[in-house]
């Protein structure tokens, strides 16, 4: 008898107790199946934070709209601490709606954990859209996001968070404060919100203590759609102006501004993220009843690591083990199970030490069906190249003629085995990321459908592929200053590369050493620049399209200077040398941007063609604007690549006579963004990236993934 007065004692004391404070939620839903009634199943994921121990204070209901009958799970903790400090559990709720008009769901409550912003009472509301979408012929999924349950940074050190604003059908997320007119908001004077990036910026110093945010995640189609209901009524979303979101779910959470520490260091004062820990925003692929598993390593020398916070879904599990010199490894793992089919899942983390926090990161994993095809592709990372060989048998059912990579101008080749894609760091979209102590160079291999056809039959494909280089402790000789090689692969014309540089004389026998760089020119020194195609196909001519300088590195720079365009010299001093039919080398007298730029990278477009192809771009030359240019035949001329070198740096000089003479003018006569010296010097390209040359060949994060 005592036994059970006791346990009443103490579930009253968990149900009632003050010592569960709210400490944030978030909201995701999916549609599910479709029934033959016309009803939708809906699918909601709430995670909920709290300090103390567990427990969940939210309970949903329907605001307004038919929501149909919620048939609710019981929460399930999916992260705490023993010292019962903090807590995340996630609840899984459906509803069958068959009226198909938008509803809400809300919930309220009196009491977010104390804070310095005041706030007692929360509010959360979900905005649901169940119409046919135009685009995808599905009803919408939400946005998805999430924070793990306890964010704490030293008052010294809170610079930004950047906040997961994943959106499963590709629209465009913004975050907004819960209330756009703030009259009841919480306002952070101190913080800026940048609702497209998701992202908080410090503007000013923050209160020791808990601040609370209440945020909003809206999603809007990139392309004017129209959402259709059951009984036919049509409705219009457009992207101009004023677009209308079609979903809006809550991301709430607390930030715990802790003592100034010592430092912000990563890896002595916090904890920094070594390999191989996922980027923020990656996308992992997992299957139905295949375990998948996410390695987290973090590394600090000041203190210790105590534990890795995560936000995941319930049933993922986390075990800890130390390395040596401070590092700590979590390996978190999850089964999805047949519900979770095609979900898309927000996972956070961070590393804890007692005084510290690393940054957060968030990931998404997608679950397929059954088939994550991996372990067949070669990944093959060199000093500047990145080759991929996948073999054609594990790609059962997939057309390789339908497959390109980031950048839609690069495709893949094959021969009758595998299929094969070269590309160098800088082409093709490889992106670039710091992942703390590795440099991580990333691609993926898409499928594309023909634009003409409505419907499918092909598998789709979609698997990402990257190379890491260690980031050096001293800069060493390998440092690159100046662009290497661009390499590309297309279907016709297999793998190719061309090469870009400056010669010190018009024999263009000796390029500039890439360690003299940056380089000294003088005043009205004549520049020698040599382009040179490198493919292993006998017959083919290169075609030098256009030649602008830019004052950034970047082709499509709003301020530029045309040097050559549509195959036409447009500048006076410019001269040609006739070389052969893949190298194109040519001269031109120095000059400089005005308006405080120092420097001048060269960008041209170049293309290759079959050599006996008349009707092909190399064949026609120089084109004045008015001629158009007819339908590009993919086998005998290449996609139009951009390849760029620089930059060319102008040394401080004294002004002199030499702003006064031809050079000068025949610049400032262009565009008037011209002033009149030229000196070329070449000056580090990326300032962080340093990269191991040694090859290393490696399996590297292969996912290969299809769906039906
Ligand atoms: C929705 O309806 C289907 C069939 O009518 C049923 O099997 C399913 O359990 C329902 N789901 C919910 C969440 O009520
Ligand atoms: C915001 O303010 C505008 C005009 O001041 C008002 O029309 C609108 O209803 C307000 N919205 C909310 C959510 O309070
Ligand atoms: C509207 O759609 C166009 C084309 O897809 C896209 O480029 C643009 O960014 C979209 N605008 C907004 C506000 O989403
Ligand atoms: C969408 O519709 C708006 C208004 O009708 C129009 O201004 C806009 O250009 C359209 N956008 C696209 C991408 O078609
Ligand atoms: C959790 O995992 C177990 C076995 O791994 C499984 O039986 C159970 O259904 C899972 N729970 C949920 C809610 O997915
Ligand atoms: C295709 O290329 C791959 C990678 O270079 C090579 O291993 C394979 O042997 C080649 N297959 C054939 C049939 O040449
Ligand atoms: C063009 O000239 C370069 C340098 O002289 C040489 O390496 C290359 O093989 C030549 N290419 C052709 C197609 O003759
Ligand atoms: C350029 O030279 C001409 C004559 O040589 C002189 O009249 C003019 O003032 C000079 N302009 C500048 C900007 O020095």
Redesign the pocket.
Known sequence: MAHVAMLLLISLALALGPAVGFYGGSMMFTPGNRFPDGSVEVHFYYRESSRGPCGSQVDWMCKSGSCGILTKSEPVVTDSTSENLWCQSETHMATNVTSNGPFTLSSSGCCWEGNVNGVGGWKLHTHVNTGRRSDTQSPNRSPVSAAIPNIRIPQNCFQSIHLLAHDPDDD?VRCRFNDANCTDCHHHPNIHLQEDSCTLYREGSLDLGVHVFELMLED?????ITVTDDDGVRNSLN???N?SALSQVPLQFAVEILPPSQGCVPSVNKPRFLTPTPLHGDVHHAAVGEAHEIILRAQISDSSITDFQVSGPFNMSKTLKSESNGVMVATLTWTPQETDLYRHVPVCFAADTLHSQSEMRCIIVTVAKTRVLSGEANVICKDNSISIVVSKASMDGIDQSWLQLRDPTCSLTSNDTHILGTMSLNTCGTTMDDSGDFIVFKNEINSFENPNAVITRRNQVKFGFSCQYPKMASVSNRYVNHKSDYIFTESSFGTFGYSFEVFTDSSFNRQVDPSLYPVQVQLMDKIYMGIEAHTALPEVTLFVESCRATPEDNPFSAVFYDIIKDGCIKDDTVMIYKANSTKYDFEIQAFKFTGGFDEVYISCSVILCAKDSTNSRCAQGCLDQATRRRRRDVSYETARHYITQGPLRVARQTHNAASNDSGFLHMSTSTGVFAGLFVVSFVVLVGFFVYNSRKTRSIDRMHLLSTL
Do not use: A, C, E, T
Not at 220 to 224: E, G, H, I, K, L
């Open positions: 465009v809007y189609p990139v392309s004017n992207n101009g102006s677009p």
